[in-house]
Structures are given as structure tokens and as C-alpha cells.
T-cell receptor
Framework: GAVVSQHPSRVICKSGTSVKIECRSL??????MFWYRQFPKQSLMLMAT?????????EQGVEKDKFLINHASLTLSTLTVTSAHPEDSSFYIC?????????????FGPGTRLTVL | AQSVTQLGSHVSVSEGALVLLRCNYS??????LFWYVQYPNQGLQLLLKYTTGATLVKGINGFEAEFKKSETSFHLTKPSAHMSDAAEYFCAVSDPNSGGYQKVTFGTGTKLQVIP
């Protein structure tokens, strides 16, 4: 099956700093990737749809200036949490939708645990 | 708009017993339906999916689910629970008319505990 990686797997940062999370599709191309946020013991909430070569589409209530998304290539999307605060602490998961139509599912990364002190 | 309801945030079964995790959906169009499993601090792994065709879908690790349109349900079952099945399970729905595998809406999850 197709593999999606995320880096880093865990990050701890101070309040006010920015953190970048990478999402890579390792063996397929993906024009579209997705970023989710998961609070403890809760479900995944879609934050935004990342489109290669164009602006991301953010879900209602998600601040686009706080959660910057860059999808610069067909295998890489990045999420930057700017001026992070403790309430941004969460588990961030990306997924990728392969361009190859033979794959008929999204593939999820292993997630990134962000802790803001 | 689509939504997914998972009845029971926690389910406990004995090892070897039947596993039944319930999922009901709401969709204005015939949906695509999914079950994912998540182990602690990990991403999601697809167990099975229903798109079209046969309503009884078999997945990995002995799990299966049946799409019942009349009941708007997609319950997940496994005849005999194994200790390794202990995890969080998410039911999800997407709109085939929106790319099929995009804009997936997840349920709130059911944590499965398997008792030795």
C-alpha cells in the first residue's frame, strides 16, 4: 500500500514560536492532501484541504493565517502553526489522496503530537 | 451535508467474543462508507470501505461490515475478538460526487477494549 510520512512525530515548543509539520507521500503523487486535528479522546476534524500549486481551502472556523499550508510539490505538504499557544496543542494528522485512480482511498500519516508550553 | 453517529464511545468484549461496533450515517446522496482503526499515537489505517456493489464488505484482520441503506447503517463486526483488536475505531462517510475520497467526515470514534 501507499505510504504517507509525517515529520516530526513529536514536537514541544514554547508559546509564541512557530512550528512546521511536513507530510510526504513516499511512493505516489498527490495533488490533494488533507490536514486534520485530533484532540484527546475526540475524532478527527478536517482543518483544510491542501492543493498542489494553489491556495489551501480551509474549513469554517480554522484561521488560515495561523495555520499556514504550503503544497509546493506533488509529494509534500507542510502545515505551519504560527505563534503557537497552549490551546494549539493537539495531534495533527495528514492524509493524501493519490492521483492514480487505482488507489481508491486516502492514506493517512502517522500523526504529529504538538505540545505548546 | 453528511454526518456519522457511532453509538457507544467505549465497547468492551471478552477475547473470542463477537465484536459489534455500530455506525449510522446521514447523507443526501448514496455515500461511500469507511471504517478506520487507530492505535495509540498513530495515524489511521483503513479496515474496509463500501463504495458500490456488494453490501457486505470484508476487510483486513477478519472484520466485515454491511451497508444497509434502509437502516442507514454500516455496522462493523468480527466473529471473534483478539487482544490485538483493542484500539479506537472510526466510521467515516464521504460524498462520491465530491471526488469520492475527499472531504471525509468522521464519527466520534469507539474505543474497543478486549478483556482476556
Amino acid at each position: 500500500g501507499a505510504v504517507v510520512s509525517q515529520h516530526p512525530s513529536r514536537v514541544i515548543c514554547k508559546s509564541g514560536t512557530s512550528v512546521k509539520i511536513e507530510c510526504r507521500s513516499l511512493d505516489f503523487q498527490a495533488t490533494t492532501m488533507f490536514w486534520y486535528r485530533q484532540f484527546p479522546k475526540q475524532s478527527l476534524m478536517l482543518m483544510a484541504t491542501s492543493n498542489e500549486g494553489s491556495k489551501a481551502t480551509y474549513e469554517q472556523g480554522v484561521e488560515k493565517d495561523k495555520f499556514l499550508i504550503n503544497h509546493a510539490s506533488l509529494t509534500l505538504s507542510t502545515l505551519t502553526v504560527t505563534s503557537a499557544h497552549p490551546e494549539d496543542s493537539s495531534f495533527y494528522i495528514c492524509s493524501a489522496n493519490p492521483d492514480d485512480s487505482r488507489y481508491n482511498e486516502q492514506f493517512f500519516g502517522p500523526g504529529t503530537r504538538l505540545t505548546v508550553l | 451535508a453528511q454526518s456519522v453517529t457511532q453509538l457507544g464511545s467505549h465497547v468492551s468484549v471478552s477475547e473470542g467474543a463477537l465484536v459489534l461496533l455500530r455506525c449510522n450515517y446521514s447523507s443526501s446522496v448514496p455515500p461511500y462508507l469507511f471504517w478506520y482503526v487507530q492505535y495509540p499515537n498513530q495515524g489511521l489505517q483503513l479496515l474496509l470501505k463500501y463504495t458500490t456493489g456488494a453490501t457486505l464488505v470484508k476487510g483486513i484482520n477478519g472484520f466485515e461490515a454491511e451497508f444497509k441503506k434502509s437502516e442507514t447503517s454500516f455496522h462493523l463486526t468480527k466473529p471473534s475478538a483478539h487482544m490485538s483488536d483493542a484500539a479506537e475505531y472510526f466510521c467515516a462517510v464521504s460524498d462520491p460526487n465530491s471526488g469520492g475520497y475527499q472531504k471525509v467526515t468522521f464519527g466520534t470514534g469507539t474505543k474497543l477494549q478486549v478483556i482476556p
